[in-house]
């Protein structure tokens, strides 16, 4: 039987490209801007649950390293789990990043072809407007500022009607920290200068 799902809150993620990463306006199509492409995307569950299972406060992080061509798939991936999350938690978080959920999130199982496993660890998010961070002790150390709005004050500069399976409309960062050092992907910006994204998520799903 099916377990039906639905999560919401706050995602980030910093990546190795330049801002502004090339990847996501053309669809993944678009080589990055070295020879590959190192991301860690974020994830701080406000709401939902997964069948009888509350989600609210579970964290994780999805961390990928690519060819250039994103979209050309043969990708390095890893999952990290907070570790305050149950073992249902765990498997719901599980199912809900990988193919099993059948949600947004699923897009990226068929591009991953050596996924390195999962690991648990303390996983520190903030979020004070348009300045996130995500640290886990020798792991991730990321740290993104939003590009703000000259026309709309409050607001930041964004993309719309993307094919992201965060959210189609992701705000536009630069990274002020990007260190990424976990299953086998390496990656340091000293320089300010590369890119970053920043939304709120709502997803739903039936799980197998």
Known sequence: MATSWSVSGEYMEACSCDFLCPCIPKNMTTPATLDFCKVALAFDIRAGSFGATQMAGVRFVMVAQSKAIMS??????????????????????????????????????????????????????????????????????????????????????????????????????????????????????KEQRTNGHFASFDWHGEAA
């Open 72 to 189: 050309q798939g043969d990708w390095i991936g890893g999952l990290i789990i907070d570790t305050a999350a149950s073992d249902e938690q765990l498997a719901a978080v599980a199912a809900i990043a990988g193919a099993e959920g059948h949600g947004p999130l699923g897009m990226f199982a068929p591009l991953i072809s050596d996924f390195r496993g999962v690991e648990r660890a303390d996983i520190q998010f903030t979020k004070d407007g348009g300045t996130c961070s995500v640290v886990i002790d020798g792991m991730i150390d990321q740290s993104i500022v939003g590009v703000e709005s000259m026309s709309k004050p409050g607001e930041f500069v964004c993309i719309d009607n993307s094919g992201h399976p965060v959210n189609a409309r992701l705000n536009f960062a630069t990274a002020l920290k990007n260190v990424i050092t976990c299953f086998g992907i390496e990656w340091e910006d």
